[in-house]
């Protein structure tokens, strides 16, 4: 079992910033990828945010249209976890943002972490 826990979210003013974290209770090095979904209040789940890896040293990141350049996915391998800056924050931001990665051929969720982008 793989256990995910998000933590970060909270409420910013429009153009403000958060990071996102999102604690792994395995060792992440052998995951290939790991992504950020979020989903809005009336809205279908989407992925923003990516990280792949073909091996332990080249990864790869892939963002939504409306969030690239603004958010940016990393991996700290040492401390299993998953992070998402996210800059220039704007309202249609506002989401539950969870964290999901496939293992052992498995996807699994974290709870999600609530962010709410208003003034």
């Known amino acids: 079992q793989v256990q995910l826990v998000e933590s970060g979210g909270g409420l910013v003013q429009p153009g403000g910033s958060l990071r996102l974290s999102c604690a792994i209770s395995v060792n992440i090095s052998s995951i290939n990828i790991m992504a950020w979904p979020r989903q809005a209040p009336g809205e279908q789940r989407i992925v923003v945010a990516m990280?792949?890896?073909?091996?332990?040293?080249?990864?790869?990141?892939t963002y939504e249209e409306s969030v690239r350049g603004r958010f940016t996915v990393s991996r700290d391998n040492a401390a299993n976890t998953l992070h998402l800056q996210m800059n220039s924050l704007k309202p249609e931001d506002t989401a539950v943002y969870y964290c999901r990665v496939i293992w052992d051929l498995e996807y699994y969720w974290g709870q999600g972490t609530q962010v709410i982008v208003s003034s």
């Open positions: 990280i792949t890896c073909r091996d332990p040293t080249t990864y790869r990141t």
